[in-house]
Nanobody, 125 residues
Framework: QVQLVESGGGLVQAGGSLRLTCAAS????????MGWLRQVPGKEREFVAA????????LYSDSMKGRFTISRDNAKNTVYLQMNSLKPEDTAVYYC??????????????????WGLGTQVTVSS
């Protein structure tokens, strides 16, 4: 059974950095796209970044490009989201998600099959 477990969230001041970790187990291999999405209470879940597990393609939300970096450690079945220059509007619950790759990297949350429980990121001003 596929499991995704996020960690690394917390409280940080504006301008600071955090690295989120997603530990994957239960069959997530090279045929998958691994994504990070986030959600603020009362708003829809929002795409942040995604990457093919084999590193072939990567996609970022325009508002986070240049500040956030998605990466993988295939040996550890782990995906990371390095977040720099954090802003108060980055405050959200960040989710790790996975979907089988079918020729494109999805941005819509409803395209993703597997989800973690999320980790809270709070950026103070």
């Amino acid at each position: 059974q596929v499991q995704l477990v996020e960690s690394g969230g917390g409280l940080v001041q504006a301008g600071g950095s955090l690295r989120l970790t997603c530990a994957a187990s239960g069959g997530i291999f090279s045929g998958y796209v691994m994504g990070w999405l986030r959600q603020v209470p009362g708003k829809e879940r929002e795409f942040v970044a995604a990457s093919r597990w084999n590193g072939g393609s990567t996609l970022y939300s325009d508002s986070m490009k240049g500040r956030f970096t998605i990466s993988r450690d295939n040996a550890k079945n782990t995906v990371y989201l390095q977040m720099n220059s954090l802003k108060p509007e980055d405050t959200a619950v960040y989710y790790c998600a996975a979907v089988l790759y079918r020729g494109t990297i999805y941005q819509r949350p409803d395209h993703y099959t597997y989800w973690g429980l999320g980790t809270q990121v709070t950026v103070s001003s």
